[in-house]
């Protein structure tokens, strides 16, 4: 009767062995799947904080027109060449550019100048985000309020 718990030995060791090689796998693949949550994290912030960068270049461009600092970029009319103007700023990794697109609206006093913006904002790790407005600016108290403001709103799918 002695043969039998020597037998018992070996097979507790071999148990062990695979206990122990199934815990190592488990603890590698949660560990890689904690890494890769925290990749997926930090782009999606990385992501934000551009896309929130391009909205404040937005909102500084739009600023601009409303008080009248973009004056020198009178609306074209139908058929002129485009007026453009770029703003950058390289510590905050913002840029906007102006252009004038046209003028609507009844006569002069009634008449509403409208803009394109197109903005650019950079986030950390390379996250780029690009949104585009187009602003109507009233040239005179006589103006369609439902023309004046933000018109529209688009952000565009460019990674570069």
């Not at 913002?94 to 650019?120: C, D, K």
């Not at 949104?131 to 529209?152: C, E, I, V």
Request: glycine share 10%; aromatic share 8%.
């Amino acid at each position: 009767m002695t043969a039998w718990p020597g037998a018992q030995r070996g097979l507790v060791l071999l148990v062990s062995l695979g206990l122990l090689l199934s815990l190592t796998l488990a603890a590698v693949s949660a560990a890689q799947t904690t890494v890769l949550e925290l990749r997926m994290a930090r782009n999606g912030r990385d992501a934000a904080l551009a896309f929130h960068a391009a909205e404040a270049a937005l909102a500084d461009a739009e600023y601009a027109i409303r008080t009248g600092a973009a004056a020198a970029l009178p609306a074209r009319a139908y058929g002129e060449a485009r007026r453009w103007e770029l703003h950058h700023w390289p510590d905050t990794q913002s840029a906007y550019l102006v252009e004038a697109v046209a003028t609507v609206g009844g006569p002069p006093p009634g008449a509403v100048a409208v803009f394109r913006i197109t903005a650019r904002g950079r986030g950390p790790g390379g996250a780029v985000a690009w949104l585009q407005t187009t602003y109507g600016r009233a040239n005179a108290p006589g103006a369609d309020p439902r023309m004046t403001g933000r018109l529209s709103w688009v952000a565009l799918p460019w990674t570069w």
